[in-house]
Antibody
Framework: EEQVLESGGALVQPGGSLKLSCTPS????????MSWVRQAPGKGLEWVST????????KYADSVKGRFSIFRDNSKNTLSLQMSSLRANDTAVYFC????????????????WGKGTTVSVSS | EIVMTQSPATLSVSPGERATLSCRAS??????LAWYQQKPGQPPRLLIY???TRATGIPARFSGSGSGTEFSLTISSLQSEDFAMYYC??????????FGGGTKVEIK
């Protein structure tokens, strides 16, 4: 079964840093781009960041640009999200998701999602 | 940034009835649209991609249609397990990839 599992969520003070990890299983990790999506308490889904299969291309939401960094180690089958200068409005469940390519249009949708890891930013 | 607007915010439906959810994009996204189902305390589950292609293991009662700026998700006969939150998401022009605000399908 194709799965991803997030870890690393914690309670952190404003201005602090945290690193989230995502571990895949059941598929060839280095064949797929990966994304982080977050969901604040009681709110909808917000795309955070995406990294290509090779790790050579990264994209970020404006809300996290300059503070978050996405990277991957294909040799260790690990995706990470390094978060710094954390704010109260970064409080959310962070989901890791696999990106898959739609054959007809070439666009990428997210087809395998983890259960999420909770980040709380509070003093 | 492409804005995705879902309607209605809440849809009250009786089991066995048909439900139709709408999603509108602020500009054309061709067919680069996905639908997700989310239940409380669970991650999103991919239902539809490419506007109309069911993901692996998704029952045939779920169908998607539309292209350009107007899209819909239809659940032909609601089962108890279908009462949940539904989100649309465009992946045509990014960053950012944008989600709609969601439609809650509740029991009438």
């Amino acid at each position: 079964e194709e799965q991803v599992l997030e870890s690393g969520g914690a309670l952190v003070q404003p201005g602090g840093s945290l690193k989230l990890s995502c571990t895949p299983s059941g598929f060839t990790f280095n064949n797929f781009g990966m994304s982080w999506v977050r969901q604040a308490p009681g709110k909808g889904l917000e795309w955070v960041s995406t990294i290509s299969a090779s790790g050579g291309s990264t994209k970020y939401a404006d809300s996290v640009k300059g503070r978050f960094s996405i990277f991957r180690d294909n040799s260790k089958n690990t995706l990470s999200l390094q978060m710094s200068s954390l704010r109260a409005n970064d409080t959310a469940v962070y989901f890791c998701a696999r990106r898959n390519r739609a054959q007809k249009t070439g666009g990428y949708y997210m087809d395998v999602w983890g259960k999420g890891t909770t980040v709380s930013v509070s003093s | 940034e492409i804005v995705m607007t879902q309607s209605p915010a809440t849809l009250s439906v009786s089991p066995g009835e048909r439900a139709t959810l709408s999603c509108r994009a602020s500009q054309s996204i061709n067919s680069d649209l996905a639908w997700y189902q989310q239940k409380p305390g669970q991650p999103p589950r991919l239902l539809i991609y490419g506007a109309s292609t069911r993901a692996t293991g998704i029952p045939a009662r779920f169908s998607g249609s539309g292209s350009g700026t107007e899209f819909s998700l239809t659940i032909s006969s609601l089962q108890s397990e279908d009462f949940a939150m539904y989100y649309c998401q465009q992946y045509n022009q990014w960053p950012p990839e944008t989600f709609g605000g969601g439609t809650k399908v509740e029991i009438k």
